[in-house]
Nanobody
Framework: VQLQASGGGLVQAGGSLRLFCAASGRTFSDSAMGWFRQAPGKEREFVAAINWSGSRSYYADSVKGRFTISRDNAVNTVSLQMNSLKPEDTAVYYC?????????????????WGQGTQVTVSS
């Protein structure tokens, strides 16, 4: 499976962005999907995850209530709606898929990764 992330950009604090991740391959609908981010000088951190059907999701405390993950298996996409953005949300955002876990925050349990998309939030 190949993943292509898009939708990043520059936004002012308090603004919104929607990230998209388009997948190719037959295992997308069987995969849990997640978003991670990595800021300069920091380790990659978990942001949000969703199970294969979209019935369950999980968020990092830092984004809970502001970000929403969703998926559309009919068109092999997963999205991350980001509202009330803060400067500390600035990072490269990555989408990832897991065929071995139903819903996980652990990067090592994700089998395939997309390239990152930059999100910059100005104060």
């Amino acid at each position: 499976v190949q993943l292509q992330a898009s939708g990043g950009g520059l936004v002012q604090a308090g603004g919104s962005l929607r990230l998209f991740c388009a997948a190719s391959g037959r295992t997308f609908s069987d995969s849990a999907m997640g978003w991670f981010r990595q800021a300069p000088g920091k380790e990659r951190e978990f942001v949000a995850a969703i199970n294969w059907s979209g019935s369950r999701s999980y968020y990092a405390d830092s984004v809970k209530g502001r970000f929403t993950i969703s998926r559309d298996n009919a068109v092999n996409t997963v999205s991350l709606q980001m509202n009330s953005l803060k400067p500390e949300d600035t990072a490269v955002y990555y989408c990832a898929g897991s065929v071995i876990a139903t819903l996980t925050t652990t990067p090592e349990k994700y089998n395939y990764w997309g390239q990152g998309t930059q999100v910059t939030v100005s104060s």
